[in-house]
Structures are given as structure tokens and as C-alpha cells.
């Protein structure tokens, strides 16, 4: 079985709140998603997606994913998509570092090993933990009380995660927290994400206002050493996201007892291959975890919930359903959210189907 072409299209995703605002006057109106297809010798095409956040979240951004790809796809050609490790070690050899433009490849050979298998991703990935993920829901980053409003109509949903976007004025989001906080039920978890948006001092006036509630601290700073010194000064549970980027960001801050749960990025770390090893190293040591991505639409969601529902329930602290965000739908089969929660696919696969009505031109052909 062999790569013979690598393709991609760009689509937009509107937003359904019509934008999305975090740390720093941030904001996105509509995501720049590639739709990645991997295509075989005998006929099997498998999909991927890569949709960072704008290009000034991690060091991403929606035109490098695709001249990424025309770099790298002569590389692998010829590959094969069942050998995801050496398919991974290829990637890496040919392309230093961008690990964001592998993603889409090395989630669409995943989807291929599940068809060529006839098994859904999740059980070629550990085995279906449970019989559903737990969904989060980011609340955009407003005034406190439109903020709290808005996660009392998610919670009318079903939802009983929300990550608040915060990292803006302090005293505003000591104000958020405190209004949101309010409103929920003593099991019902409360993210502050800051998204590295504070400086030390402000993280650490935030922390101290709000040291009588029951919130977690996601990513107050924008380095590793002010996060873990903020980390020190609090009794809040503790989540990095941003600073852990590979392995060895991982087991530093296991060493220094830097955090209760981690975010795992799919893009962020290279697909779902460098994923699940980072995702089985955290099991092994005892992390929780929030399974997700950077965003993206139904593959990428795919891509989440295969990865999640494969993932302990104990250690899967959270995980989200970016499709129910977006307005425009890129495939069929894709995880829906119901009450709260998501499922995988139980199609061999991701168990997705694009809608090539949607895709549009190819903006890359590689063969």
C-alpha cells in the first residue's frame, strides 16, 4: 500500500456567535481550514484537518499549513500510510520542526489504517473508554454579565465544563470569574483560561481575588517559568496548554509539579501519532488531561473524539466538539453533540465522509 497523492482544500468556517475573543483583544470571525486528502495506489483516500487559531495563537498559520504540505508531500509519496511511525520519521527528516503542517497527514493515514482494518480509530488507539466524552464549552471573552448569561444558555444544553476566556484587564476578570462562578452548581467545572494574556503580576492579583472559589488557572502567562511560579503561589488546580509542545516540555513539568491537567493540541504536537504518545506518557504519570486541537470542523472533531474516547475516563478531565461552533458542515458521519457529551464513530476510520460539495478546488495536488 503506497501514498501516490497528497491533496488539500481550503474552507471557510463562519462562526456561529459570529466572533470568538480571548487574551489580548484577539479575535476570529471565520477559521481557515485544510482538509487534507491522502490518496493510495489501490484507490483508499483517507482525511485530515489542520485549522489553527489565527496566526497569532501558536506559531501556526492557515497559508503555511498548505505551503507546508507542497514541501513536504514529495517527500512522502511512495510512503506507506500503514507505518504511522515510519511515515512520522520521514515527515521529520524532510520538513525541521512546522509540526502543525504534519498533522493533516498523519490524521488522514490514521483514518486509512482504520479502513484498511475496518476499525474505528479509537480502537486502533486503546479501545473505547466509557460510553462518551465530556464536552467543554469556551465561552468568548465579554463583559461579565453577557459572559455568565452565556453559560447559562450552555448549560441549558448539557454542558457542565466551560472554559472562560480571560488574560484581560485583571479586575474585569476577576469580575468574570466571579459572575460565572455564581451561576453554576458545586459540580460543574470552571476554567479561567488566560491564554497567556497576564503578566506575573496581574496572574498573581487575579489568583489572590479569587483564592474563595472553585476555578482552575489555565495558562495565566505567557512562559513556562512565570506560569510555574503563579503555579507555586496557588492552591487552584493548575492547567498548561500554550508552554507544552513536545515530550520533553511535557516531563519537565511533571518534574516540577508545574500542573493538575494538561492540554493536548493535536496540531500543536504533530497528529494524532505524537498525540497519543504524549496522551499514553500522561496516563502512565498520572495527568489529567483535555483532549483537542487548535480548531477546526466535523474531521477534526472526528479526529478529538476518536482520541478522547480511546483516552482513560478517570485521566480525561475534557475534551470539545468544535463543529457545533462553526456554521458550515465539511463532512458526514462527524460526531454530534448530544446533552454535553460526544461519541466516536463506530465506522471504520474516523468515520467520515467530506462533502465534496463543500470542499470545493484543491488548492494543493501533489502526486
Known sequence: MKIVRIFAHRVELPLVEGSYKWSGGKSVSVFDSTIVGVETACGLTGYGEVCPLGPFYLP??????????????????????????????????????????????????????????????????????????????????????????????????????????????????????????EILSPNERLVADANTGWTQHEAMRVVRAVRDLDVYIEQPCETYEECLAIRRRTDHPFVLDENIDSLQMLLRAKSDLAMDVVNLKISKLGGLTKTRQARDLCVSMGIAMTLEDSWGGDITTAAIAHLAHSTPEELRFTSTDFNSYVTVSTAKGAPQRQHGFMQAGRAPGLGISPREEVLGERVVDVS
Open 60 to 181: 501556526a498559520y492557515a497559508e503555511g499549513v498548505r505551503a507546508g504540505l507542497r514541501e513536504l508531500a514529495p517527500h512522502v509519496l511512495g510512503c506507506n500510510p500503514r507505518e504511522l511511525g515510519v511515515l512520522n520519521r520521514r515527515m521529520d527528516a524532510a520538513l525541521k520542526g512546522h509540526p502543525y503542517v504534519k498533522s493533516g497527514i498523519d490524521i488522514a493515514c490514521w483514518d486509512l489504517l482504520g479502513k484498511v482494518t475496518g476499525l474505528p480509530v479509537c480502537e486502533l488507539m486503546g479501545g473505547r473508554f466509557g460510553e462518551s466524552v465530556r464536552l467543554y464549552r469556551a465561552i468568548s471573552q465579554l463583559p461579565p454579565d453577557e459572559m455568565a448569561r452565556n453559560v447559562a444558555e450552555y448549560r441549558q444544553q448539557g454542558y457542565t465544563r466551560f472554559q472562560l476566556k480571560v488574560g484581560g484587564d485583571p479586575d474585569q476578570d476577576i469580575a468574570r470569574i466571579r459572575a460565572t462562578r
